[in-house]
């Protein structure tokens, strides 16, 4: 005979065998559900298969449909077999609903079950806040940074913030990525620009208004302060301490205030609008070199103006004048204080 045409002949005789065999009794059942989006969903295989031993294994993801299959091949005296209960990881999912198919060797859709994945719970264990500059005032802008360790498979992203008086509200879009290595870790970090903040008491709210499995949908984190401006420089490990006053030409007077941006040799004053800088103030150890301290000043401005430098622990000081009308001089004055033995 030949060699096709047995070929022929036992693939007809296979596919009336298996037309012949009754239908495998395979069983679908998920003993971990329910699922939520960070699980790994398994499934629970029972019953009778054609092989003995069956390696079901996924073939396809598509559609919100899984495709498990037997890819044993039987011969023509196969029967049934009962299977000792086989658990299959199917992978990590997006919510939503599912469905599972199993093709035992030649026969599609012997068993199928469907199952359904959750958005995750709202877990915010991990979350922490910091914020620029590390000493918030009202006299400058506060950025907040929110940041978590979290896996490769977990995705976040900050849907809104704002400020309701006291209080911040943070609302937050959580997600999972389905192809993914668990076991490594990265950062999420994301800058909450809330510009400038009156002095007080501020708490901090983690929201997410979708997607949440059950309460809470709002959770209380670490809170801040955010502290009155101080009204003078204190530089050199706050030993020194800087205060001003002006008047314009239409005889307004007023207090100087520090700006936010300050060292601890430096700093600077405004007289009318913080973003509008008018004196630079810098006091120096010059104590190395000729057994003073140094004050050294600049301003842009022809208002009248009078610094006066306190040297807090022994009480001198030294006035600094600029006249209504006069184009400030540079101020290098480095026989101010003879302070060298209390530094």
């Known amino acids: 005979m030949p060699k096709s045409l047995v070929t022929l002949v036992g693939a007809i005789a296979a596919a009336v065998a298996l037309s012949a065999m009754p ?6 059942s998920f003993p971990t559900a329910p699922f939520q989006e960070n699980d790994l969903v398994t499934v629970r295989i029972t019953g009778e298969s054609f092989s003995p031993a069956p390696p079901f294994r996924v073939v396809s993801i598509t559609d919100g449909e899984i495709r498990v299959v037997n890819p044993v091949p039987c011969l023509i005296t196969c029967g049934l077999f009962p299977i000792e209960p086989i658990t299959l990881g199917l992978g990590r999912f997006a919510p939503g609903t599912y469905r599972v198919v199993v093709d035992d060797l030649a ?6 079950a469907t199952f359904e994945v959750l958005p995750a719970a709202f877990d915010l264990t991990g979350w922490r806040l910091t914020s620029f500059p590390e000493r918030l005032t009202d006299d400058g802008l506060v950025t907040l940074t929110l ?27 959580l997600g999972v990525v389905p192809i993914c290595a668990p076991n490594k870790l990265r950062t999420l970090a994301f800058d909450l620009p809330l510009g400038a903040l009156p002095a007080g008491e501020y708490r901090t709210f983690l929201t ?23 009204d003078a420089l204190e530089l050199l490990g706050a030993r020194f301490r800087v205060e001003a006053t002006w008047r314009d030409f239409d005889r307004n007077v007023g207090v100087a205030r520090p700006a936010t941006f300050r060292t601890d040799r430096s700093g600077l004053l405004t007289f009318f609008d913080r973003d509008n800088w008018e004196v630079t103030v810098k006091v120096l150890d010059g104590c190395a070199v000729n057994d003073r301290v140094w004050v050294f ?14 040297d807090t622990v022994t009480g001198a000081s030294q ?20 302070a060298c033995e209390e530094l």
């Open 23 to 28: 239908a495998a009794a395979l069983e679908l």
């Open 107 to 112: 026969r599609p859709g012997v068993a199928e």
């Open 297 to 310: 000043l600049s301003a842009a401005t022809n208002v009248e103006y009078t610094v006066t430098v306190v």
């Open 208 to 230: 997410r208004t979708t997607g949440t499995l059950g309460p809470p949908d709002v959770q209380e984190i670490e809170g801040f302060a955010v502290s009155a401006a101080p």
């Open 147 to 173: 940041a978590r360790v979290v896996s490769q498979c977990e995705t976040a992203a900050v849907r809104s913030f704002e400020v309701v008086d006291d209080a911040v509200l943070i609302d937050l879009d």
């Open 319 to 338: 006035v600094y004048f600029n006249p209504l009308g006069t184009d400030s001089p540079a101020v290098t004055d480095t026989d101010a204080f003879a």
